[in-house]
């Protein structure tokens, strides 16, 4: 059964840092291209960021570039996501989900809730 | 940017009645257009891929088509478990974008 489990969501300052984990089981992660997408309170989704299998390709949408840093780590089942100069803005959900070889999103995680408040 | 515009926002029917929602894209997405349902508390479930192929579990009722930039997602006969927020999303370009969304609740 393939499970997705986010952590790492907190509290945190403007202009903060937080990493988020997703831990991935029940498929051969590094087969697969993950993403994060998150959804702020009462509003739609938002694509943040993709990688590649490998982790040799990354994709960010513009609102985190230069701020957000995806990674991944195929030995441990992992995806991360380094998220610096937090703003207001970025207080949201963020959900770990698995972009089937067809490349649609198949499996998402429960998510986690950022919150970017002095 | 590809902007996905869902009608209506909000559609208001009773079970037993016949869902049809409505995205469209602002240039071609060819078929790379998926439907998501999502309930409260809960992540986005996939509903429909590539345009008109039922996910695995979902029921026959859910039906959808299009290609380009309209696209159609109908629920042909509602069930209580069916009231819910419905997205379209967009996998043919980058940055990949998700409509606003189209709640169905109960009339």
């Known amino acids: 059964e393939v499970q997705l489990l986010e952590s790492g969501g907190d509290l945190v300052q403007p202009g903060g840092s937080l990493r988020l984990s997703c831990a991935a089981s029940?498929?051969?992660?590094?087969?697969?291209?993950m993403t994060w997408v998150r959804q702020t309170p009462g509003k739609g989704l938002e694509w943040v960021s993709t990688i590649s299998g490998g982790g040799d390709s990354t994709f960010y949408a513009e609102s985190v570039k230069g701020r957000f840093t995806i990674s991944r780590d195929n030995s441990k089942n992992t995806l991360d996501l380094q998220m610096n100069s937090l703003r207001a803005e970025d207080t949201a959900i963020f959900y770990c989900?698995?972009?089937?070889?067809?490349?649609?999103?198949?499996?998402w995680g429960r998510g986690t809730l950022v919150t970017v408040s002095s | 940017e590809i902007v996905l515009t869902q009608s209506p926002a909000t559609l208001s029917l009773s079970p037993g009645e016949r869902a049809t929602l409505s995205c469209r894209a602002s240039?071609?997405?060819?078929?790379?257009l998926d439907w998501f349902q999502q309930k409260p508390g809960q992540a986005p479930r996939l509903l429909i891929y590539?345009?008109?192929n039922r996910a695995t579990g979902i029921p026959a009722r859910f039906s959808a088509s299009g290609s380009g930039t309209d696209f159609t997602l109908t629920i042909s006969s509602l069930e209580p478990e069916d009231f819910a927020v419905y997205y379209c999303q967009q996998r043919n370009n980058w940055p990949l974008t998700f409509g606003g969304g189209t709640k169905v609740e109960i009339k």
């Open positions: 590539g345009a008109s």
């Open positions: 240039d071609s997405v060819t078929s790379h």
């Open positions: 029940g498929f051969t992660f590094s087969n697969y291209h």
């Open positions: 989900a698995r972009r089937s070889l067809n490349w649609y999103f198949d499996f």
